[in-house]
């Protein structure tokens, strides 16, 4: 298989996520958030060790298809979940749910490939996860919100008056979703660019050696988890406006001194502010798309979610483009410049 035909194939999976994304919201309306969470989290499960299994091209596109579809489903759904919660509780949580969601990626490529070094070949520890995946949907199903308790919460914070269902009020409320998910793209493309691109960037603008070259994502995706973990107390104690217009200015600025730095040290301090500046931006934007008077969060967090990984998607691929015709540098300034407008959109629309 070459790198076009892998592209391809990888093109399949992110479409199917982004294909289902839209169409979750239509079902967490009809049946609750976790019975999406459980019927996509079981077609995880099952697709995952089948990955492994598929040699013939065209089957392992349906393949991957399939299971771009529930990784779609279970992230509005968990997404839409998490914002329920937060808004029964009555404080926030966004930020610390999203650096479990971190932690648990970076752990989960721990642990598959330490199954793999202990000698487990590769489809047993794909099986093994996708039974501890199955295991933790079921143990844990109950412990989530019931469709009827999460209609209730949705009636108390996105309450829909009637005088305001009128056009004008309705291109409002879609304004304003359509503008988080336009702020959420932004950051979600950094993140896929800082994990396509950095160690090229290295490489080429810093001369770092191929082996070490992966340093920057690492320290960009630490401090994103740690900082994410930390999120909710700053959201607590300061505001959203703060973390999000001052995240944006940190993570702007972090990337100059990526760009700029003519040491591997700073520059590495660089990817560290770009981690702990983007954190919390996504999770506030998850946040706010909950509690949007006259929209169920079952619309606004599937536009938001779409919108951004959209983001993650095409950022890369923008970003090539862009170094394509100019440089690398160019491509890298270009992600501060929008981190400014974020900056900028947040402050006008607050």
Known sequence: MNDGELGLLLLCLGGGALLTMPLSGFFIGKVGSRQVILISGLIAAVVLPVLLMVTNSYLMACVLFIFGCSIGGIDVAMNTH???????????IMSSLHGLFSVGGLFGSIGLGFLIKMGLVPIYAAVTIAILLILLLILQYRKLLSYQKEKEIIVQFSPIDETQVSKKGF??????????????????????????????FLRDHKGVSPE???????????????????????????????????????????????????????????????????????PVFFSEGGRIE?????????????????????????????????????AFETIALLFLVVALIYKIRK
């Open 212 to 282: 070490f070259t992966g340093i920057g994502y690492a320290a960009f995706s630490v401090a994103m988890a740690v900082m994410r973990l930390q999120g909710d107390r700053l959201v607590s104690k300061l505001n959203s406006k703060v973390v999000v217009i001052g995240g944006s200015l940190l993570a702007s600025l972090g990337i100059l001194i990526v760009v700029c730095s003519p040491w591997l040290s700073l520059t590495l301090i660089g990817f560290v502010l770009l981690g702990l500046g983007a954190a919390n931006i996504v």
């Open 294 to 330: 006259g929209l169920s969060p079952t619309v606004a967090i599937p536009v938001i979610s779409t919108m951004g990984y959209a983001g993650q998607l095409a950022g890369p691929a923008l970003l090539g483009a862009i170094a394509q015709h100019f440089s690398l540098i160019i």
């Open 171 to 200: 291109q409002w409320f879609r304004w304003s979703v359509l503008i988080l998910g336009l702020m959420c793209f932004i950051a979600f493309l950094s993140e896929g660019a800082m994990l396509d691109w950095s160690a090229i």
């Open 82 to 92: 998490g914002v329920q919660v937060q808004n029964a509780i009555g404080k926030p």
